[in-house]
């Protein structure tokens, strides 16, 4: 029998009903089969709907809110949560999701579950009265005096549900206009909200009755238009609070207090928003990100940071620079705290007001993390690439700055770091000598490599460099350019893509250029480089951003916020969000009614 001929064959046996009875049925047995801790985390699966991006982070948070997960005596509940995770894996019951042009995993690890298995999922909550399912179809709606409804998922709903059942415990909107009274909800411990664009506007969201909700351990909000949500003044009396995940939504205000919430464990806001005062008081803290850390003058919260011995993600944006004494001090107490941190797996610190912090007080570090699998210092500017980053052996990905790197410093990066698949180098002016990557240097599993420097030429590769790269990036400052492509682009051969993306040193620079004539040449040398390599990567070029390590620039929008009216801010910096914009005014000291108007205007830009 030819192949076509049985693939004939099976294509009219798996379409029969038997067929899909019998695959049914077996899909049945492996659930069946499943250990009983894994049971409830696999039928929670139903709480999103089919071919949703289901990010692990906020499915094993959740596990862990809901109950399902227990830890044995000396285990961290979340790696256990984790471990049930990669188990589900294994067995094939979820999908998780790759990226293998750019990183393996991805940054954010995300899972699908297949239709065949969420159908087997939905059934079974139904006939165990596990999960209630509301979609856009009013038939759908779960009667309240037919069963006691615990846990309530409602998908793309327009209208409204009445009386929400008051023994819910967790509740999850996904697309849905229609949002309950808070009030409602006073036995919730899982809220997950993703909302979608507010009918007739981008409405606020109110939040501001969520310390009624007593027994909430989960609550992460997040919404598809620039949406804000409004919080009370201070977030107090959530004592079983575990997760506060606000890392995809903007909070109304500058202002975020958080006090009596004794189980938090992760903490996440979209981006700076100040630090919550005597962050030391929060010792189960796991994640820490989006808060930019206040003024250098003020060293209780930095202090505070080495109080987080069970921190293992910490990412947050430096304050404005300070005296040189000042700075000194500031920069002695927030080594002091890195070194305490042991379990740290992702560091970012990144420089909101300059990209030229100088970072060798952290050189000398002796940070005990040997775990860390990202760093991220892209902001900071080392004199040199500091010794002890040969010595994180599990890193993934790095992103750091230095004034010269050396041979000996690549040699360093690409024979002691073995799992590295990501790798951004910045070299502040022009460097000493020619950046060579040679054969012998290692980066075996480098899948990803971006070049930020002036003179992009003295970048060369030489044969065997990068075995697995797939992805070259340039930072291209168009005023100080070579007008030259990296040497022995031949060399790496699993090269797919280059890309390229323009800078300016100063807004002036941006504006006196002709950006037609600059995107051309930039074309012309980086598209004949790609074609003529035997893997014909693509090119391209992306537009261009200002560059601040020179001129400050974070500093010349602060001044010219004061002249200019809103629709100037939109059509003159390039490279600054309409949301930079407005985060910059609520910094400022002259927040005056004039400043309101211009912030209303700014959103219609």
């Known amino acids: 029998m030819g192949s076509e001929s049985i693939h004939h064959s099976l294509d009219i046996n798996f379409a029969t009903k038997s067929k899909y ?13 499943l250990p009983h801790q894994l049971k409830a985390c696999f039928l929670y699966l139903g709480s999103y709907p089919e071919d949703h991006d289901i990010k692990k982070v906020d499915l094993v948070r959740r596990w862990v809110a809901e109950g399902f997960v227990s ?95 008051h023994q ?20 919730v411990r899982v809220l997950y909200l993703d909302l979608p664009q507010a ?27 620039s949406r804000h949500i409004v919080l009370p003044h201070q977030i107090k009396g959530l004592r079983f609070l575990e997760t506060l995940d606000f890392s995809r939504i903007s909070i109304r205000g500058v202002a975020f207090q958080i006090d009596d919430a004794p189980h938090l464990s992760h903490l996440e806001v979209r981006r700076r928003k100040r630090l919550p005062n005597r962050i030391g008081r929060f010792k189960l803290l796991h994640t820490l990100r989006g808060f930019i850390l206040p003024p250098m003058r003020s060293l209780e919260n930095i202090t505070g940071l080495g109080e987080l011995a ?25 080594a002091a705290s890195l070194e305490k941190l042991h379990n740290l797996r992702r560091l970012v610190m990144t420089c909101l007001f300059d990209v030229g912090y100088r970072a060798d007080a952290l050189s000398s570090l002796s940070p005990p993390f040997h775990n860390l699998e990202r760093l991220d210092l892209r902001d900071w500017t080392f004199s040199r690439v500091p010794k002890w980053i040969g010595h994180r052996h599990n890193l993934r990905e790095l992103r750091i700055g230095a004034k010269q790197i050396l041979r000996e410093d690549v040699v360093i990066m690409g024979t002691q770091l073995p799992r590295l698949l990501v790798l951004r180098l910045r070299i502040l002016g022009i460097p000493m000598a020619r950046i060579v990557v040679g054969g012998s240097t290692g980066f075996p599993a480098l899948k990803r490599f971006i070049f930020d420097c002036d003179m992009v030429s003295y970048l060369t590769f030489e044969a065997g460099a990068m075995p697995e790269l797939r992805v070259l990036d340039l930072d291209v400052y168009v005023d100080e350019w070579d007008r030259a492509a990296p040497g022995g682009l031949q060399h790496l051969p699993r090269l797919e893509k280059i890309q390229a993306s323009t800078a300016f ?51 010349s929008v602060l001044a010219k916020l004061k002249d200019l009216t809103a629709g100037d801010m939109c059509s003159s ?28 205007r700014t959103r219609q830009c």
Not at 573 to 598: M, N
Request: with cysteine; aromatic share 10%; proline share 6%.
């Open 168 to 187: 819910i415990r967790s509740l999850a909107m996904l697309g849905s206009h229609w949002m309950p009274p808070l009030l409602e909800l006073k036995f």
């Open 71 to 165: 830890n044995s005596e000396g285990q961290d509940v979340w790696d256990v949560a984790e471990s049930y995770y990669n188990e589900l894996v294994n067995r094939s019951l979820i999908q998780p999701k790759y990226d293998e042009n750019i990183f393996d995993p991805p940054p954010i690890p995300s899972c699908r579950v297949h239709d065949m298995l969420l159908e087997l999922i939905v059934r079974r909550c139904k006939e165990d009265n596990f999960l209630s399912l509301i979609n856009d179809v009013p038939d759908d709606m779960p009667r309240g005096q037919d069963k006691v409804i615990r846990r309530l998922t409602v998908v793309g709903f327009g209208g409204t549900v009445g009386n929400v059942p």
């Open 573 to 600: 910096f390039i490279g600054v969000s309409s949301g930079d914009v407005l985060f910059l005014r609520d910094e400022l000291p002259f927040a005056t009614e004039t400043t309101q108007k211009r912030r209303a």
């Open 310 to 334: 069970g921190l293992s993600d910490l990412e947050f944006y430096c304050p404005k620079r300070c005296a040189p004494l000042v700075e000194a001090a500031w920069m002695a107490a927030l």
């Open 505 to 555: 040193s100063s807004f002036e620079e941006a504006h006196r250029r002709s950006t037609e004539q600059d995107e051309a040449l930039i074309r012309g040398v980086f598209q004949g480089a790609a074609d003529s390599l035997p893997t014909r990567p693509a090119f391209k070029l992306w537009g261009g951003w200002i560059r601040s390590a020179y001129k400050g620039v974070i500093e």
């Open 199 to 225: 009918e007739g506007g981008n409405k606020d969201i109110d939040l501001t009755n969520i310390n009624r909700l007593s027994q909430l351990r989960y609550l992460l909000v997040t919404s598809r238009s």
């Open 21 to 33: 009875d019998e695959m049914m049925y077996i899909l049945d047995l492996s659930y069946k089969y």
